[in-house]
């Protein structure tokens, strides 16, 4: 059983930072890429930052030059660093995983930003 482990959210001012992690732990086989999400009250769950097998990332418009998405192979580890965040940023942030053929979801974590 693979499981999905987010960590690092909490409340932060407007322009400040944070850095969250999501460790995948288990038999997990190959894993092709993993990835941040995030779902605010109201919206969709949308896609903030992506990291390939090969290292090649991928990041929407909104959150480009501001966040930083990052890996740890030898831990199975993703880190996503939040940096000049703004209060549209506030949502529950996913960790993803996609393996060769199953995907796998954190149960997120909470950022807020707010004065």
């Known amino acids: 059983q693979v499981q999905v482990a987010e960590s690092g959210g909490g409340l932060v001012q407007p322009g400040g930072s944070l850095r969250l992690s999501c460790a995948a732990s288990?038999?997990?086989?190959?894993?092709?890429?993993m990835a941040w999400y995030r779902q605010a009250p109201g919206k969709q769950r949308e896609l903030v930052a992506a990291?390939?097998?090969?290292?090649?990332?991928n990041y929407p418009d909104s959150v480009k030059g501001r966040f930083t998405i990052s890996r740890d192979n030898a831990k199975n580890t993703v880190y996503l660093q939040m940096d000049s965040l703004k209060p549209e940023d506030t949502a529950v942030y996913y960790c993803?995983?996609?393996?060769?053929?199953?995907?796998?979801w954190g149960q997120g974590t909470q950022v807020t930003v707010s004065s």
């Open positions: 990291i390939a097998s090969g290292g090649r990332t």
């Open positions: 288990g038999s997990i086989p190959r894993i092709n890429a």
């Open positions: 993803y995983v996609w393996t060769l053929s199953t995907t796998y």
